[in-house]
């Protein structure tokens, strides 16, 4: 199965993407840029980075193929495990990865996993459409010559006539200003006044209807009637941030058995309802304390699944 697909659309949004088993794809944001030696001006793009030491499963990349595909969580996760373990033999023979749109994966002679980003596809999305181009150094000095030059070859006569008139334009300019000023002062004047005699009819036609909703008004003519006060007990499951995982459903009747079946099992098991990927999520505890969540979370994967794991909300 072809992953690299999946991990190109998740690096658009996300900044890491755990490929379990194997390594993290990283971006970062980098800010526009210009080279002074070639006038090339780059646009703000993300630069992709690997880390092999980022490799336990965020759920991430499970989810997102599982949506894509409709298929169960714990069937894509085995399947994803697999890609990985494939991806490191094929790195420890020494042949390298081409990941379509990614980069290239090889190992080095200290079997260190080396990587180099594709470095065509920009994954900022703000910068869409905007591309590398170099711009043209603007020739000063050289206009300036040309322009003195033609000067001393064309002169230029300008008669009095001219000269009066170009000299009467900026009073125009200030009499069209001052024109506007006052046009847009007696305009805000009227709307001013229009809006201060409808104030004053919304009132009164607002204290209007109140009196006559009063005088309408029909009151008790007697005691009202008492009614003897009734208590409820309501039991309600506090749950805390840190949830210990057992699964991601996408059909909820199979959430539903996992629940059934952890609580024969005697845990405190519960729906805790549909992730952004629309997976039905069933946790065996919830804790308030995280301490107390991570030690919970090793006796299960210990005794009852290696594949539960731990939710932590904000």
Same mark, same amino acid.
């Given at each position: 199965m072809?992953? /690299? ?17 194997f390594?993290?794809?990283l971006s970062?944001a980098?800010?526009? #840029?210009?080279d002074a030696?070639?006038?090339t001006?780059t646009?703000?793009?993300k630069?992709?980075? =690997? ?7 965020d759920?991430l ?6 949506q ?10 085995? %399947?994803?495990?697999?890609v990985?373990e494939?991806?490191k #033999?094929?790195? %420890? ?16 002679? %200290? ?17 869409f ?18 322009? &003195? ?7 230029f006569?300008?008669?009095p006539?001219?000269r %009066?008139?170009?000299a009467?334009?900026?009073?125009l #300019?200030?009499a069209?200003?001052?024109l506007?000023?006052l ?26 209807q109140?009196?006559r ?6 009151? =008790?003519?007697?005691?009202?009637l ?8 309501v039991t ?7 949830h210990?995982i057992?699964?991601?459903?996408r059909?909820?009747?199979n ?5 059934a079946?952890?609580? /024969? ?8 309802g549909?992730n952004?990927y ?7 505890d919830s =804790?308030?304390?995280? #301490? &107390? ?8 994967k210990?005794?009852?699944s290696?594949?539960?794991?731990l939710?932590?909300?904000?």
């Amino acid at each position: 199965m072809r992953i /690299d697909f999946y991990i190109e659309q998740l690096l658009y949004n996300h900044n890491c993407v755990v490929v379990p088993g194997f390594g993290a794809f990283l971006s970062h944001a980098k800010s526009a #840029k210009l080279d002074a030696s070639t006038h090339t001006l780059t646009p703000p793009f993300k630069t992709i980075s =690997f880390n092999a030491q980022l490799s336990k499963n965020d759920g991430l990349l499970v989810s997102h193929i599982a949506q894509e595909k409709r298929l169960g969580y714990e069937e894509l996760l085995h %399947e994803v495990e697999l890609v990985g373990e494939t991806w490191k #033999k094929k790195l %420890e023979r020494g042949e390298s990865i081409e990941l379509f749109n990614i980069g290239k994966l090889w190992a080095n002679k %200290e079997n260190r996993i080396q990587f180099q980003p594709e470095e065509k596809i920009n994954y900022l999305t703000s910068s869409f459409g905007l591309t590398s181009f170099v711009a043209t150094p603007i020739q000063r000095e050289v206009m300036k010559e040309a322009v &003195e030059e033609l000067e001393e070859r064309i002169p230029f006569i300008i008669t009095p006539e001219k000269r %009066e008139a170009s000299a009467f334009r900026p009073w125009l #300019k200030y009499a069209a200003v001052l024109l506007l000023c006052l046009s847009l002062g007696v305009t805000g004047y009227r709307m001013y006044d229009d809006f201060q005699q409808n104030q004053v009819v919304v009132q009164q036609a607002a204290q209007e209807q109140v009196s006559r909703l009063i005088q309408e008004a029909t009151f =008790f003519e007697s005691a009202p009637l008492e009614l003897p006060p009734i208590s409820i007990n309501v039991t309600k499951r506090r749950l805390g941030k840190h949830h210990v995982i057992a699964g991601a459903f996408r059909v909820a009747e199979n959430a539903e058995k996992k629940v059934a079946q952890l609580k /024969d099992k005697g845990y405190n098991a519960f729906y805790l309802g549909q992730n952004r990927y629309g997976l039905h999520q069933v946790a065996y505890d919830s =804790f308030e304390n995280p #301490k &107390e969540a991570l030690a919970f979370l090793r006796k299960v994967k210990t005794t009852d699944s290696q594949d539960a794991w731990l939710l932590s909300e904000k």
